[in-house]
């Protein structure tokens, strides 16, 4: 899938409308959640950023080159972490692009896992 096919359907979604059959989405839908609103304009904020800079695919992103072991994840980082792991990029290459370790980037991710578990415990 390409990022400006991506970007339309996220964008729909951010609306409130499906991107099928272009009809507003119910009121208790989950897309309707001020979190969940909140998230997908982030998701059309970066979609928009990748399609101005001509990237279509994860290869294309540029790297990271920040290399400081045991320096804290930012948020960007996590948002392209989860972004590349969701397009089934190898271990190895999200690494490489963040400047981590490919165990950094594991471990990342099963953090980030027990996190939305609790979450969604929590709610």
């Known amino acids: 899938m390409e990022n400006s096919e991506a970007l339309q359907i996220v964008r729909a979604l951010a609306d409130g409308v499906s991107p099928i059959t272009g009809e507003t989405l119910a009121a208790e839908s989950v897309f309707q959640q001020p979190q969940t609103i909140r998230a997908l304009e982030r998701a059309v904020a970066v979609l928009e950023t990748c399609a101005g800079q001509g990237k279509n695919s994860s290869a294309e992103i540029e790297p990271i080159r920040l290399v400081d072991p045991g320096r804290p994840w930012l948020a960007e980082e996590d948002e392209r972490l989860c972004m590349e ?32 578990q609790r979450a969604s415990k929590a709610a």
């Open 85 to 116: 792991f969701y397009r089934a990029v190898d271990f190895q290459s999200i690494a490489e692009r963040l400047g981590r370790s490919k165990s950094a980037v594991i471990s990342r991710l099963m953090k980030l896992a027990k996190k939305k």
